[in-house]
């Protein structure tokens, strides 16, 4: 069973949520062959979505970094790129250290703050 389709035999028939809707449909409108086609290429966007949507425990801060950005509500890459290095200094129990070791996580990954 795929990634794409494993959510429906979860799902209430009574009440299918809409992403169940839209995989029945297209089950239903496409052939074998087009659907497991349209599958993998689903499965494979979801694995290589882009880094700006991520959560920012891709980023594996320490547990006190994570929780002063979740605290300033700072949960996804895009959100935590916008923001300058004084932004984040500003940010309540975030000092240097914690902001160099961000600035170094999203290096790692080719991204750094606005």
Known sequence: MSLF?????DCSPLAPCYNCEV??????????ADFTALEKLMEKALKHRAPVEESIDVLNLSARGSN???????????ELIAMTEGQLLRTPNIGRITVRL???????????LK
């Open 5 to 9: 389709t494993e959510h429906l035999k």
């Open 102 to 112: 961000i600035k170094e996580a999203l290096e790692s990954r080719g991204l750094h």
């Open 68 to 78: 002063c950005l979740r605290a300033e509500n700072i949960n996804t890459v895009g």
């Open 23 to 32: 995989v029945r449909f297209l089950q239903n409108r496409l052939s074998e």
